[in-house]
């Protein structure tokens, strides 16, 4: 596609459900991230993909948070058990190549989580 | 230390002039930098990217780097109302594969 589109774009749950949170990137994008953005903060990097391998999770907050990518390309983040404190945007970004060889990331719309 | 910091606070500018952003980060091996743009509930979107010492000019933005002092600026010539937003500033550490942002510095253009 065009740009990097995220699903779904806005989701209000209840404390304790699980949720998952859609990115499909660029295409013939290789690396593939994922942001966290609270309410007046920023970025918060939860992991990164490089192909369907996830080189770096240092970011993922507990072990409720998990990802995954498939076929290179779309990638899920999952919640599990949400509590409050997970209400955020969700940024999904994507880049031709990994950012250590100084590659841009371009961003999704995010998905604005919301749990009750 | 933080990854990236930018401690200014909201910076209100008139129509017209030059708003100023600055932004230190911590690790000395970091290798490339960029700044960001959010406006209000979108998504950052690229606005310029340094990666050499100096200063880089486009359009009316002109990015500053200077490794030495671990110091990189933003500035916005001739501002308009449209450049109200949040400026995000962005490192690449030398030996890692993510962006670390800064929490970023509002500006406000006023008419």
């Known amino acids: 596609g065009a740009g990097v589109s995220q699903s779904p774009s806005n989701k209000v749950t209840e404390k304790g459900k699980d949720v998952e949170l859609r990115c499909d990137p660029i295409s013939g994008h290789t690396a593939l991230y994922w942001y966290r953005q609270s309410l007046g903060q920023g970025l918060e990097f939860l992991i990164y993909f490089q192909g369907n391998s996830a080189p770096d999770k240092s970011g993922l907050p507990s072990d409720r948070f998990s990802a995954e990518r498939t076929g290179g390309s779309v990638s899920t983040l999952t919640i599990q058990r949400t509590q409050q404190e997970d209400s955020a945007v969700y940024l999904c970004?994507?880049?031709?190549?990994?950012?250590?060889?100084?590659?841009?990331?371009?961003f999704g719309e995010g998905s604005w989580l919301t749990v009750v | 230390q933080k990854e990236v910091e930018q401690n200014s606070g909201p910076l209100s500018v008139p129509e017209g002039a030059i708003a100023s952003l600055n932004c230190t980060y911590s690790?000395?091996?970091?290798?490339?930098f960029f700044w960001y743009r959010q406006y209000s509930g979108k998504s950052p979107e690229l606005i310029m990217f340094?990666?050499?010492?100096g200063d880089k000019e486009d359009g009316r933005f002109t990015a500053q780097l200077n490794k030495a002092s671990q110091y990189v600026s933003l500035l916005i010539r001739d501002s308009q109302p449209s450049d109200s937003a949040t400026y995000l500033c962005?490192?690449?550490?030398?030996?890692?594969?993510?962006?670390?942002f800064g929490k970023g510095n509002q500006v406000v253009v006023i008419p």
């Open positions: 690790d000395r091996g970091s290798q490339s």
């Open positions: 962005a490192v690449n550490m030398k030996g890692n594969n993510r962006l670390a």
């Open positions: 340094i990666y050499s010492n």
């Open positions: 970004a994507s880049s031709l190549a990994p950012a250590g060889g100084g590659n841009t990331i371009y």
